[in-house]
DNA sequence: CCTCTATATAAGTAATTGCTTATATAGTAA
DNA sequence: TTACTATATAAGCAATTACTTATATAGAGG
């Protein structure tokens, strides 16, 4: 992983998206593995309008990309993005995503389409 | 500088007074020295008292630190923070901090005390 | 003491945010 | 086609934000 340089704007920007509790994790969680929205809305136990919003502005600054698998359509991090460094490095402060995706997992809870 | 955890609304929140540019500037600048207030009055070309109220946020995180010298309040960062491991690794993407802060010297337009 | 200077605080306000509920859309599958 | 499902969008609203102007405060120095 390399050192990158970002206009302060920008890099704010991308701060001010992370600087939300409900967005941190969604992208904590795909930093983990790629995730549709009602695993957000499980995960979050939040309104699945409100998880959409997130996700919308999450898009629109191309930190996730999307794609649809069937009825469902995917997140997965964008790890082109020019803050991908900086953005990895401050999701890695946070340590138990992995541990609540699996619990979803074990309630049957997961989207599983190959 | 080692890896740490965080709980993810501190992290949060933490990102959430990072994801603005003057705060962020703030932080870009002393990551290279301490600075008082007007020296940021000159920096960002802002209002003192919207620079006070920036400063007191950061202040109330506990993200930087202040001390006065003569008629001067200096601000330091605070590298004793929880995070600031991951507001280094931040800092490390803005590029001119240190110029900016020279070219104040250069126009004698910063306070030294000693 | 008084005055000056740097900084902090208070009050007010327009813009932004993050939700809500209701509705639209785009694929899937019969 | 029609019905169904997952997701997106729209409209509305209360809370928060980042300024503004005016004023208060705290320490320095006569």
Redesign the pocket.
């Known amino acids: 992983m390399e050192q990158t340089y970002m206009k302060k704007a920008d890099l704010a920007n991308v701060l001010?998206?992370l600087?939300?509790?409900?967005?941190l994790s969604v992208m904590s969680y795909l930093e983990e593995d790629e995730c549709?929205?009602?695993?957000?809305?499980e995960l979050l136990n939040?309104?699945?309008?409100?998880?959409?919003?997130?996700?919308?502005?999450l898009?629109d600054a191309k930190l996730v990309k999307?794609k649809?698998?069937?009825?469902?359509?995917?997140?997965e991090i964008n790890k082109g993005h020019e803050a991908y460094y900086v953005v990895h490095e401050i999701l890695k402060q946070i340590p138990d995503s992995k541990k609540e995706l699996d619990e979803l997992s074990n309630n049957n809870l997961r989207?599983i389409c190959d």
Not at 19 to 23: F, I, L, M, P
């Open positions: 001010k998206l600087g939300d509790q409900t967005r549709c929205v009602c695993e957000f809305v939040m309104s699945q309008p409100a998880i959409s919003q997130h996700l919308r502005k898009r999307e649809r698998k069937g009825n469902w359509i995917f997140y989207i």
